[in-house]
């Protein structure tokens, strides 16, 4: 098994697994390489011994996952946060709604309690009116109209 970064022909020490689940493996002068690659893209990556008998079978599948640009990888979690993300907002904005809804209900309510005593008070109003009226009414039917 050689380490997986180009141009580098030594045996493969360490195996290492990236935040995304990609596995490879790379020789001791290439950790620093990939911890730095790690820490450019704010994942992580774990290393642990490449024993020579030690998970043989599982190394010997790692080149075909290597295929994946630790970039790719990289890109491909923050997709996969982003929609766990615009899930979680959506979750949010459908409480808020119902939040809303209720409100609204209740302004409803209130509305109906504020314009309940100011329709008493427009009937008093339109009482007060009527009555001052009614001589009103009366006056210009006294002097009725000159008859000829
Ligand atoms: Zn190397």
């Known amino acids: 098994m050689v380490c997986i970064v180009d141009g580098c022909s030594e045996e493969?020490?360490?195996?290492?697994?990236w935040a995304w689940g990609e596995e490879g493996a790379c020789c001791n002068a290439h950790r620093t390489t990939l911890e730095s690659k790690a820490e450019q893209l704010g994942?992580?990556?774990?290393?642990?011994?490449l024993g020579s008998d030690d998970t043989p079978r599982k190394t010997y599948g790692a080149p075909t996952l290597t295929k994946l640009s630790p970039e790719v990888g990289a890109l491909r979690m923050a997709n996969?946060?982003?929609h766990e993300r615009v899930s979680a907002v959506e979750r949010e904005l459908a409480a808020?709604?119902?939040r809303n809804q209720a409100l609204l209900a209740e302004l409803a309510k209130l509305e109906d309690q504020v314009h309940a005593p100011k329709t008493s008070e427009?009937?008093?109003?339109?009482?007060e009116s009527t009555e001052s009226a009614e001589p009103r009414r009366e006056a210009p039917s006294q002097p009725a109209k000159p008859r000829r």
């Open 12 to 17: 493969a020490t360490l195996l290492f697994t």
């Open 43 to 49: 994942r992580g990556i774990s290393f642990a011994p």
């Open 80 to 82: 996969a946060e982003l």
């Open 96 to 98: 808020a709604q119902e």
């Open 122 to 127: 427009d009937r008093a109003v339109v009482k």
